[in-house]
């Protein structure tokens, strides 16, 4: 039997007064989510550890099934290892956003949604500017870059940008971890140090930035600067086994997603990155393009991972029309389209669906709460639940799992209608 995970993140929600108390997954139109959660089984599953931030870096590395107390590194090392950068023992890989500050206020995580060729030239000046032998900027995607620092210290509190729209910045700035005042290798720097590097770096790119032509071009047109960066979520080379030294009944995979981070835990699982035309992490994705792939990698490999970003932007954004109609198109684009092709070949193939974490929209931040998923092939055997959402799930054959679980459960002999 092949495996597939389809993963809208972000994509459960709390209930929202404007649309009668509903759930975005449960307002929205999604037959073919429904399809599968009354043709398979459903449940709850735990994707943050106690004491972890619920981030994408976390949850999606938990749904793979690692512990995260022995591979957590943040996301800086994940996004290097998408982008190509080889991390040297000493390095300090921080995620790094370009971002937009007002009146003394983050206005949003993604410099007014920054397109990749702009992020590119903002970054190499950023690099000519600010760069030296201990500091380098690196071109990612959109508005997600990284920051590398020779003998950086990752003993330091960092403010995801996502959790704090609307916030005054300056109390957000980089502190030394309490219990690390020493350098805990060395050559490294102290927390205190590696802390002071980054927030001056943080200062010096808010006057660089608007200095930019991109930036000046945007402030005569009355749109929104990519005026900051915001470091964040660092940590050292991190070490992990493959999914097949995981589980054995894995044996080839791939992973398909338009985001560094996602790229980055696909490589250090093992799996084959692939790269879909198109693919934006943003609601104009081309997810026709990655169906296609996920479908044509399932032909010669036995598990694939197929990752979409826009659910989670367009909560991050609190925006409830858009993220009503990621989560349609996740559903009529990607679900029935992968479905209906599957559900025709010879060999099985067991689909799973569900998000990493809750993004409401009304929130605008992560939350870790558990998620709602489900489990499908031709001849499991089905719960009573016929509908896709955060409530029915709850009632699922499955209950509630936790981190680890899920891959056990997703890779083990379903239930089947045969038993």
Known sequence: ??????????????????????????????PYMDLLARKGRT?????????????????????????????????GPLEAASIGYEMADDDLALRCNIITLEDGHIITHNG??????????????????????????ITGIQYRHLLVIKGGNKHIVC????????????????KAEEGYAETEQTGRLTPQETADLINDLILRS?????????????ASQGKRQANSIWPWSGGYRPSMKTIMQLWPQVQSGSVISAVDLIRGIGHYAGLDIVKVDGATGLSDTNYEGKAQAAIDALKTQDFVFLHVEASDEAGHDGDLELKIRTIEDFDKRIVRTIYEEVSQWDE????????????????RIHVGDPVPFLIWHRSIKPDDVDRYDEVSCVGGAYGMLRLQEFMQTFTAPQPTTTE
């Open 1 to 30: 039997m092949k495996h597939i995970i389809l993963l809208g993140d972000g994509m459960a929600d709390k209930p929202v007064d404007r649309i009668g108390g509903k759930t975005l997954l449960q307002h929205a139109k999604t």
């Open 43 to 75: 449940g709850r599953l735990i994707t943050v550890p106690e004491g972890f931030p619920p981030g994408s870096e976390v949850a999606n590395t938990a749904i793979l099934g690692y512990d995260l107390n022995e591979v957590y590194e943040g996301r």
């Open 112 to 137: 007014g949604n920054l397109q990749t060729e702009d992020g590119d030239k903002l970054i190499g000046y950023l690099n000519d500017t600010l760069g030296s032998d201990r500091v380098r900027f």
């Open 159 to 174: 403010a995801p940008p996502h959790d704090h729209p609307n916030e005054p910045w300056q109390p957000l700035l980089v």
């Open 206 to 218: 808010q006057q660089l930035l608007p200095q930019h032509p991109y930036n000046k071009e945007r």
């Open 348 to 363: 099985e193939v067991c689909i799973a669906i569900l998000p990493d974490h809750f993004t409401p929209v009304e929130m």
